[in-house]
């Protein structure tokens, strides 16, 4: 069966340091996403991404992050400058369609830790 | 804005107890209403999904129904099994992306 995969599982990094989060969406998918879940608080929605462009982004999705589709394959989230509240897990996801009723598939997720 | 309520946990249950996760949301429009569940070590998977008022979703014996007048989504069990044991979450789905709740751990025991 498809999966998204995500890449590293965890990561440790000091902050101020760079980061970049791998995944690889189901490859007939168009529409993909970066979700975080800081620890004991909800899943929130940070960009979604199709055509190449980001269609929506969450105030969280500050200058600091950047996403991309470097290969055709991958989706990358990148963070310049690490800070302490940046730690959490971070989760992809990929979409056949732009709608919401049809169902976005997860990978299992990066847990990001910055010291 | 739009956002989800959702039942606090952890939840904790013998085998063959019924399970009650209570979800309310607030939302302009009509949203689409779901309940992802995460197992242990994986990634987040659609459980079940229901897009219009009085709209029943259900899957491996998980239901859930859309109150419009009640602004509720809660999943319900009538029997749990050691392999449910995992972390339910309520979602909203409206204008391209998905609101989550807290989600809740779900334990059950033999």
């Known amino acids: 069966e498809p999966e998204v995969t995500q890449t590293p599982s965890h990561q440790v990094t000091q902050m101020g340091q760079e980061v970049i989060l791998r995944c690889v969406p189901i490859?007939?998918?168009?529409?993909f996403y970066w979700y975080r879940q800081i620890l004991g608080q909800k899943v929130e929605f940070l960009v979604s991404?199709?055509?190449?462009?980001?269609?929506?982004k969450s105030e969280i999705f500050d200058d600091q992050f950047s996403v991309e589709r470097p290969d055709g394959s991958n989706f990358t989230l990148k963070i310049r400058s690490t800070k302490l509240e940046d730690s959490a897990m971070y989760f992809c996801?990929?979409?056949?369609?732009?709608?919401?009723?049809?169902?976005?598939?997860f990978g299992e997720g990066s847990r990001l830790t910055v010291l | 804005g739009n956002s989800v309520t959702q039942m606090e946990g952890p939840v904790t249950l013998s085998e063959e107890a019924f399970l009650t996760i209570n979800c309310t949301y607030t939302a302009t429009g009509y949203p689409s209403l779901f309940w992802y569940v995460q197992y242990p070590g994986e990634g987040l998977q659609l459980l079940l999904k229901?897009?219009?008022?009085?709209d029943k979703g259900s899957n491996k014996g998980f239901e859930a129904t859309y109150r419009k007048e009640t602004t509720s989504f809660h999943l319900e069990k009538g029997s749990v099994q050691v392999s449910d044991s995992a972390v339910y979450f309520c979602a909203l789905g409206s204008q391209g992306n998905l609101i989550f709740g807290k989600g809740t751990k779900l334990s059950v025991k033999p």
């Open positions: 996801a990929s979409g056949s369609t732009g709608r919401v009723t049809g169902e976005l598939f």
């Open positions: 229901a897009t219009k008022a009085d």
């Open positions: 991404f199709y055509n190449n462009e980001i269609s929506e």
């Open positions: 490859s007939n998918h168009l529409y």
